[in-house]
């Protein structure tokens, strides 16, 4: 398993068919394009100055939408990732 | 539903007819062109160096005036949707 | 109206009379151009690390010089308005 | 009167009869020219975190060195004014 | 040894038996691309505000995928190592 | 007198007979060339956030090196000085 | 002697008898190339934000792997010194 530091989340690809339920479309032509994931691990969360840890806006299972330059893909035990940081992520899907 | 993260707001158009009452008239020349929006979600406000979060200064049903530049376009539902930063808002409309 | 949020400012063209008077008359090759404006309408201030906010130094009505390239342009009920952060403005006219 | 913002200075030039006593030459080769001037007006301060503000070091009749290409010519009155932030202050003349 | 600075590590390179086993295949077109080291020293963490210092979130042992281009390569002994700051570290592989 | 303000110092070329005694002698391929100077007037201190200011760490007659692209030259009663930041500083000569 | 300020460490090249020793080999081609010295003066460290300063890592005697590029190179009483900063020191040689 990946375990992301800080405020890192690991995201996985969200399946077509999840897509069309409710789905988010999005344009082509946006210079950040947005884009879906499904979060499969929440980091520690950020560190504040007293060295406490933010606790994470979003948790495991949670549909986010995301900027689509962020992060860095892994592949792992077969299946690709995304590790990307919170603040990429621009909202959750409820 | 899309629920935003931390200092970003979900907004959508403002139909025409709002406009023309008390509306605003953006120039064209305008380096950072402002745009109207409605406010539809708002995020649970920018993270505090101690921990708590800003209380937003705009809320729900709001009309607001961002630059233009700002924000991610995500189509959700069938509707078009921009994600901006709170503090991409210049004003709102009273 | 036009609220503006945070640290910023709603500022309207002063007119010509009153520059005459006392007026400021600013060269023209000057690299950042300042101008004067009134404010008809000022933001509940910068935030501050506590999350209390900054009270902004200019009230409405005051006549102040800004630098040219300051700012956003609106125009609303038919009235151009500019909208400038309180750091852009130089100083007050007393 | 101008009545400069936060951590800003009015400063007027002072003439060459004061420059000769004890006065500064300035080399015209130097990146940054350092100049004199006499502070007629000093604002309230930058603002610390806390939202107090820091004392001014320098006082309204001061003789200050400054950077040249710091702050804004304006002409207010018929006199030439320069409006620069108290960190472009080299040193005070005593 | 080696013993790292603030919030640095020592990594040396995980052997390709190990990578087999549950292994991250990273793929070679990502602009940043992620690699696996197993972690040979912790520095003392980094360094807060009040003076002392971040426990860092991962152990000596831990396999890790950090960012390509981060760190600096040092030989040391006839070994090879890859010295890092924490915040390059994406995830620890449990 | 030149008075500094804040965290700057003024400088005065050490002359050749006191480098020659324990002198530094520079390389002249050195991308940021150290020179040395002997301190003559030291600012108040740079700005603590809590509105202090840091004690520095020289003294009046100081024999300095501090890199060579820093400072303003300034002359001055007919003798040429330096106002540098303390952080140009790289070391005292004792 | 010279005495470096603030976080700023005076080093001394160690000789070749000493790399041979448990030594560290660099290879020519990394982009930042580390290297080995000795400590033979440390600054009072760096300023925390309440004025106090933090306690350097590394000892007068240790030896130390810099980054190349780091620092200003300094010849004193005819020796060549390096003046570098501490976070410019990746690791201590134990």
Same sequence: chains 1, 2, 3, 4, 5, 6, 7.
Avoid: C, H, W
Wanted: aromatic fraction near 4%; proline fraction near 4%; glycine fraction near 10%.
């Amino acid at each position: 398993m990946l375990k992301p530091l800080g405020d890192r989340l690991v995201l996985e690809q969200v399946e077509s068919e999840e897509k069309t339920a409710g789905g988010i479309v999005l344009p082509d032509s946006a210079q950040e394009k947005p884009q879906e994931g499904r979060v499969v691990a929440v980091g520690s969360g950020a560190l504040k100055d007293n060295g406490e840890r933010v606790t994470p806006e979003v948790s495991e299972g949670d549909i986010v939408v995301y900027s689509k330059f962020a992060g860095t893909e892994v592949k792992y035990d077969g299946k690709e990732y995304l590790i990307v940081r919170e603040s990429d992520i621009l909202a959750v899907v409820q």
